[in-house]
């Protein structure tokens, strides 16, 4: 793995500056994002996900702030660029899906028009060309008669059918990094597995990557390489999606596997964790996970645990491994 | 906030201190500013037989000559000093805003009492019992709704004035203004309340009051009622200010007080007169003042509304 | 859709229908016609003979029947006052204050969406704070107060326009007398027009931003940013586009107001249009002339709601169900 990676994250903090004091929402998570490679990102409503969508592709609402780290896009830093500059990276080169159809799409123009707009932006063409493309899109997306229906407008289609012409949309201008935030949760569960299906297909026909946020574990695991396990905006775990699923390391990460029924599950209780996922104005110090894990050790009270490398990609934020890694280097 | 004062309740007057509200108010220089200016107008105005130096609605204390006197300068004649001059007729500029703001203020809060109580009746009216009532009032608020209230309140200062004999016009004519400024506005009201009233009529105790037998008026008024004071209360304040505004309007117009008992309006229009001839002192200050008033009034609304908004605490 | 249309236009027929109602009573109760109309020295017999003659004592409805149908026509009788056909009266008054109400409103939504859009955009600069402070005084200031102002300061003081009238018109075809052909009309029309206008714009421009900032915290706007458009094609191609749906409907109902705020207008400035004459009529209970106006304005009001409405109609798809297709 020594090509330079498509992204790559390094200790990214977010803050959120309100009149009690400053918030840190995410606090110093670095990974990676390779070329083709699907990372999905996972974790509790708040646990600061979307936020590091937003922070990637510089659309963070005011006052949250990117306070520290680095964003590379290719190795060149796109967190410290200029608003035009960003700008001309949004859509051409990072693209992003949102969770609502139905809310994402502007009621008044045709698909057509938000396509060929998009589409124009980007790339110098013809306004005959750009709506080939787009009607080349659609159908790519599975929109069927697309070259009939690109001339309707978004209510006009339900709410899986808005779902791929969202997903048209973020790709019109053939970005290098797709950012999928929530892209099912607000689906039918019938509708869910198709757009993702889509999703990674058309991703992947380009050679594009994904971030795939979701709190949907299920959905990691159908479709991901690799997974990001966020806890109370830090990095809990990273890993191969198969090695995590089956050999989670962290405590929370074994917590959210335990915790989710299996058909072949005999106990009549699902695993639970104690307590809830702290709040940003009242996360503990050291690890942000100490008060629930059932492995807690006094260290965990004080120091905050660093990534710890576990081979093939793997890395774990928990103390319990910082002592085994020692070992085996010194051991 | 020593230990020791915890053992004692704290006093209505410092709680109230403590609210809310008053922390809001406390904190809002704008607020502060335009509560103090509507009290020192209201307070003016409600003490202004004691305070002005002349009564300018008794013609008897009248003196022609002392006519366009302009303010702090010696009368030609009568070697008279008034603070803000005097108008055509002599009249003290500064004692006839007083006295003119007097009836500004009196006409805009009768006439708002006036629209709430109205208002709030056919709301809960309207709201509790639903069916053909509550359609046959919609209706009729929508028409009224689509009428500019000025045009409504003249309409009916005309019809009124048509049934009134000549000879008692111009005694009914502040009674007259009163009601045509508070019918044109009674809808706000009636619109808040309904809305308040038909959800509260749905919950469960209003419903176990009724089993019981309890009488709909009472349920209406010691339920609902307290819910619907807080945006009431905004509506009457921003309300205060229009018909303060529609009062001096129609005065301007020459169809509200009568020209002996001017009002704000009446003085602005008789200094239109004389602006061509340079006696721009009866013009000038009555415009401030009824500006002033205006403007305060309805910062006060403003922030109430800001204040009472449950989605911007 | 057309049973959308003939709903609308029936519900406009019962509105002018019930303030026909309310403009024939007005004319048949308020006051005494006959006592209006004749001098003291009629004898009661001659009253009598009038009263009969002009159909006063037959019964309600069809006096109310032959009302509505001379009202269909333009008949509303004589003015007391003036002792000339109302219809006339109206009429030759009407393109003065129609001039200065379409005038005003253009104004008014011209600048009232510019300085909307312009607080919108650069919320919490300096110019901004101080347009909303001034539009807070501009709603607070009674339009003849802002009017008297304007004469004071640009018409005595600085002398460079007229205090009152409309300067010299010409005369179109149809009898239309028009302002704004000439120099002192169009000089004239100016103070009317903005004392007039100033209110709506003040509105216009709060609904603007209202509108507008509402209209970019939506998730399409964040969307369209995250597609990486342009700012220019983000808040105008997208974002006043759908701010000014609603605003243009609210709008045309303002134009509405404006024509009845005319009254106040055409006081202080002494225009000769349709407002001042209400006025007088008010005074002096002139009753065909205010049953009249009152007609007019209903009119008015209830034709340029349904126009409002159709409009809605035209400008959001949503509405348009017309297409059947729903793919899944």
């Not at chain 2, 915890?6 to 201190?17: D, M, Y």
């Not at chain 2, 003490?47 to 009248?62: E, G, K, M, R, Y």
């Not at chain 2, 003042?289 to 800001?306: C, E, F, I, K, Y």
């Not at chain 3, 700012?231 to 749906?245: D, E, P, S």
């Amino acid at each position: 793995m020594n090509a330079t990676p498509l992204l790559s994250v390094r200790d990214l903090v977010v803050e959120f500056p309100t009149r009690r004091g400053t918030l840190r929402a995410i606090d110093k998570v670095s990974f990676d994002i390779a070329e083709g490679e699907v990372l999905g990102m996972v974790g509790e409503s708040g646990a600061g996900k979307s936020l590091i969508g937003a922070a990637i592709i510089g659309l963070l609402e005011p006052p949250g702030r990117i306070a520290g780290g680095e964003i590379r896009l290719r190795g060149e830093r796109i967190d410290t660029l200029a608003a035009e500059p960003m700008r001309r990276i949004r859509g051409k080169r990072i693209g992003m899906v949102f969770q609502d159809p139905l809310t994402s799409l502007n009621p008044l123009y045709t698909v057509a028009e938000q396509l060929i707009e998009t589409i124009r932006t980007h790339i110098s063409c013809s306004e005959r060309e750009a709506r080939e493309r787009a009607v080349a899109l659609l159908d790519r997306v599975g929109i069927p008669a697309a070259a009939r229906r690109i001339n309707d407008y978004p209510h006009h289609f339900s709410g899986g059918m808005r779902q791929r012409v969202v997903i048209a949309l973020a790709l019109a201008a053939e970005p290098d990094l797709v950012i999928a935030d929530e892209p099912t949760t607000a689906l039918d569960v019938s509708v869910q597995a198709q757009i993702i299906d889509v999703l990674k297909e058309i991703c992947a026909e380009r050679g594009a990557s994904v971030m795939l946020i979701t709190h949907d574990m299920g959905v990691i695991a159908e479709t991901a390489d690799r997974v990001a396990v966020l806890y109370a905006g830090r990095l809990a775990e990273i890993g191969p999606v198969r090695d995590v699923i089956q050999n989670a390391e962290h405590p929370y990460t074994r917590g959210l596997m335990g915790s989710i029924p299996t058909l072949t599950q005999t106990e009549t209780r699902l695993v639970q964790i104690p307590g809830s996922m702290p709040r940003l104005d009242a996360i503990p110090p050291g690890c942000a996970f100490n008060p629930r894990c059932p492995q807690v050790m006094d260290r965990c009270r004080s120091d905050r645990p660093g990534l710890v490398q576990r081979g093939g990609r793997r890395e774990v934020s928990c103390w319990l491994y910082e002592a085994a890694e020692k070992e085996a280097r010194h051991g | 906030m020593s230990q020791t004062d915890q053992s004692k309740a704290p006093g209505r007057l410092a709680r109230a201190w403590d609210s809310d509200i008053a922390y809001s108010f406390r904190h809002s220089p704008v607020a502060i500013v335009a509560g103090a200016v509507s009290v020192l107008i209201i307070l003016a105005a409600v003490f202004a037989p004691l305070i002005a130096p002349h009564d300018p609605f008794n013609p008897a204390t009248l003196n022609l000559m002392d006519g366009f006197t302009p303010p702090m300068e010696p009368n030609a004649f009568t070697g008279n000093v008034y603070w803000l001059g005097t108008d055509n007729q002599g009249r003290d500029v500064f004692s006839t805003i007083l006295y003119g703001a007097r009836i500004s203020l009196f006409v805009g809060f009768a006439a708002v009492l006036l629209a709430m109580v109205l208002g709030i009746a056919a709301g809960l009216v309207a709201g509790y019992r639903g069916g053909w009532v509550d359609g046959l009032l919609m209706r009729v608020a929508d028409v009224q709704l689509t009428f500019p209230s000025i045009l409504l309140a003249l309409l009916i200062f005309g019809i009124a004035r048509g049934f009134i004999p000549p000879a008692y016009r111009e005694e009914m004519a502040i009674w007259v203004l009163i009601v045509a400024i508070g019918l044109s506005d009674w809808v706000q009201y009636a619109r808040v309340v309904r809305g308040a009233t038909m959800v509260e009529k749905n919950k469960e105790y209003v419903q176990a009051a009724r089993v019981i037998g309890a009488h709909p008026a009472k349920i209406v008024l010691r339920h609902i009622l307290p819910n619907v004071l807080g945006p009431v209360l905004v509506i009457a304040t921003i309300g205060l200010a229009l018909a303060i505004i529609a009062e001096a309007t129609l005065s301007f117009l020459g169809v509200g007080v009568p020209p002996t008992q001017p009002s704000l309006g009446t003085l602005i229009r008789i200094g239109q007169g004389f602006l061509f001839s340079g006696e721009w002192w009866i013009l000038l200050f009555p415009s401030i003042t009824l500006l002033a008033l205006a403007l305060s009034v309805n910062l006060l609304g403003d922030w109430l509304r800001d204040a009472l908004n449950p989605r911007l605490r | 859709m057309t049973a959308f249309i003939i709903r609308r236009l029936l519900q406009s027929i019962l509105v002018m229908l019930t303030v026909a109602l309310v403009a024939f009573a007005l004319f048949r109760f308020v006051g005494d016609p006959i006592a209006s109309m004749v001098g003291q020295e009629t004898t009661l017999a001659e009253r009598e003979e009038l009263r009969e003659m002009l159909g006063l004592n037959d019964p309600f409805v069809v006096q109310f029947f032959t009302f509505v149908s001379r009202a269909l026509v333009g008949d509303f009788g004589i003015s007391y006052r003036l002792q000339q056909p109302v219809m006339e009266l109206i009429l030759s008054r009407l393109p003065a204050t129609l001039e200065l109400a379409l005038v005003s409103g253009f104004f008014a939504f011209v600048f009232g969406v510019g300085f909307g859009v312009y607080t919108a955009l650069r919320r919490g600069g300096w110019l901004s704070s101080t347009i909303m402070t001034v539009s807070l005084i501009g709603v607070s200031l009674p339009t003849f107060l802002i009017g008297v102002l304007l004469i004071w300061v640009f018409a005595v003081e600085l002398q460079w326009l007229p205090s009152f009238g409309r300067g010299e018109v010409v005369v179109l075809g149809g009898g239309w007398r028009t302002g704004l052909l000439t120099e002192s009309g169009r000089a004239s029309l100016i103070l009317p027009a903005i004392t007039l206008g100033l209110y709506q714009m003040t509105l216009i421009m709060r609904l603007v931003r209202a509108e507008m900032l509402e209209v970019l915290r939506t998730d399409y706007i964040k969307f369209a940013r995250a597609r990486g458009l342009t700012n220019r094609a983000v808040n105008f191609g997208h974002a006043l586009k759908n701010t000014l749906v609603p605003v243009i409907t609210i709008t045309g109902l303002q134009l509405g107001s404006i024509i009845a705020f005319a009254i106040i207008t055409e006081t202080v400035f002494q225009w000769p249009g349709v407002g001042a004459l209400f006025i007088n009529s008010v005074r002096f209970v002139d009753v065909p002339v205010m049953a009249a106006y009152l007609m007019l304005i209903a009119l008015v009001f209830v034709v340029i709601n349904l126009i409002v409405d159709l409009l809605y109609y035209v400008v959001d798809p949503r509405l348009r169900m017309d297409r059947a297709s729903t793919g899944h």
